[in-house]
């Protein structure tokens, strides 16, 4: 997965705008289609309804939380430097 510009990238090619918000719990990214986990890897569908993806620490986050399809539970990527 990858956040820049407005634009979160899942895997080859599959692209989808987002903002950034924050609300009393703290600051996310809202895709503009459901971003999913499943085993480790995101799932994307541009028809679902998007979820909060939930940002730890500010200003710099380092994790990126995913609800995960199968039970619910929150499944955490972590921020890697660029190669």
Do not use: W
Not at 19 to 33: A, N, S
Not at 49 to 67: A, C, F, Q, S
């Amino acid at each position: 997965m990858s956040l820049q510009d407005g634009v979160l990238t899942i895997g080859k090619g599959q692209e989808v705008a987002y903002v950034v918000e924050h609300d009393k719990v703290g600051r996310y990214v809202l895709p503009k289609g459901y971003v999913g986990a499943s085993n480790r890897s995101l799932i994307f569908n541009r028809e679902g309804n998007p979820l909060k993806l939930r940002l730890d620490g500010d200003p710099r986050p380092t994790r990126i939380e995913v609800v995960n399809d199968a039970n619910g539970e929150v499944v955490a990527f972590d921020r890697r430097k660029a190669s």
